[in-house]
């Protein structure tokens, strides 16, 4: 059950295997079956890597934040250059790249506070535009996202072992 003692943090390298656990627990929470086991494995294995995640807490060019309560985290939101296959994109586009929680937690406000959290840091870089890949039939975090300016603009297909995901490309134009 959801506490009202939460927390929003940016993310340092110490919290490195703090930031994969929960990026490889709410990726499989909520996507798990759709993948074949050995599929899922690797995915996870190379996706939420501890030593590339914590090479990542020190690039000044990405950041992450988690979300905490009573000592636990329940979820996170990384951000860095945009890396989605799209011709508008360009070196001056940012990414939203992953925000998730774990399912107690979902719906209950927190996505909002910690959304603004990452964009506001997007945000005073200056960016042209931000840009989200959200798997097509996500269709709360597509309204999430519709209800903040961002408008489909392409799909491309993220694969995890052997099955391709269909994905939405979504940008908000500064």
Known sequence: ?????????????????????????????TFAHLYPPE????????????????TGLKDPDQASWL???????????????????HPDVTD?????KRIYFLKPWQGAGLGGRLFDQAASWILARRPKDIWIGVWSENYGAQKFYARRGYTQVGTY???VGRVVDHEFILRQTI
């Open 157 to 159: 297909g993220f694969k």
């Open 92 to 96: 001056g586009s940012w990414e939203v």
């Open 1 to 29: 059950m959801p506490s009202d003692a939460i927390t929003i943090r940016p993310a340092r390298p110490g919290d490195a295997e703090d930031l994969a656990r929960i990026g490889r627990d709410t990726f499989v929470e």
């Open 39 to 54: 599929d899922l494995e690797t995915f996870l294995v190379q996706a939420y890597d501890v030593s590339k995640t914590r």
């Open 67 to 85: 979300v905490e309560t009573e000592g636990r985290v329940i979820g996170y939101a990384s951000v860095g250059p945009c890396g989605l296959p």
